[in-house]
């Protein structure tokens, strides 16, 4: 019986593409197969794939006859995995040894549908093992209230991305839950673990952790989610990722939206304000995103600040009247001290 099935998209890597595979074929639990999907690759990377699966019959390998994008690409990979659980690796990333063997037996032991590890190591490109001290190994079951993982990598009282890592690689996730809810990644090359985390959670899982677990995630520059973006992309990536929050919010689990909601817009707001083509980004996600709306206007963010941006934007507004939004809170967030700051935030007014 395959316990694990490791799904790994591939696209140009034949840098880091070894590394990647030797930790996942040297982990201690043997019972897995792994799925490469090469995604159109110009380099060495297939033939690495192919050398690979020369000496360990566990490894497959599906070519794409055009290229499809990491959020395909990991459909694909569910598509064709038959392992209890299903992990996910980036092809520059490596695991420690252990990494599927915790997991996968801490899963078992509290029948989770997410096990996760908070051992989580970033490094630049060329690292080997940045920092690997010893850490225990404690596995649990974790008690959450559902809205408190809305508000991951915002500045929003105690949340942050300790509690919950967004990524979908630091995790095993249930192969039966995401099948039976129809769980999949937006057509999308940035956002989409983030999306497949949020829709994962309407579905109240049972998660556990294991941080004995140990990920290495290199920080590249010019990978998928990193490399520059036209602002066409952005617009189309931004759309997806509204469109599935909004409708799988609406259809199942209304009373949960308002937090969705802020979290996308909190994501819009960090983007915005580094973007060189606003007034273009800002005209057609108004636009699409009134669309998808349409009719099922009366939800909105839980905080006020991200509830004005959002009327801007499903009402289109023009851009003068958002950027006077943001005028208003960078107003806020430089002049009231920390205290005032403390209790706006508490009462959900502000980020």
Known sequence: MIKVSVIIPVYN???????CLDSVVNQTLKEIEIICIDDCSSDNSYSI?????EKDNRIIIIKNKTNQGIGKNRNIGIKNASGEYLAFIDNDDFYSNNFLYDLFYTAKKYDSDICYTHSIFRGSEDYDILD???IKNDDYLIDYTLPSYFYLYSDKGVYNDRLWPWEVWGKIWKREFIIKNNITFIDSNYFEDLVFLLESIVYSPKISVNNNAKYYNRNIVTSAGRSKRSVESDIRNYTAMFDRIFNIYYQKSYKNISYALDRFIIEVYKFYK???NKEIFYKELSK?????VSDKNNV??????????????INKKTIKQFESVI?????ITKMLPRFFLKELRKNSIII
């Open 288 to 292: 699409n995103m009134s669309n998808i």
């Open 49 to 53: 794939l192919e050398k690979y699966r």
């Open 300 to 313: 909105y963010p839980n905080i006020k600040m991200l509830k004005a941006m959002y009327i801007c934007f």
């Open 274 to 276: 580094k973007i060189e």
């Open 132 to 134: 690997d001290n010893d």
């Open 327 to 331: 005028f208003r809170y960078k107003i």
């Open 13 to 19: 890597s034949e840098k880091y593409l070894e590394k």
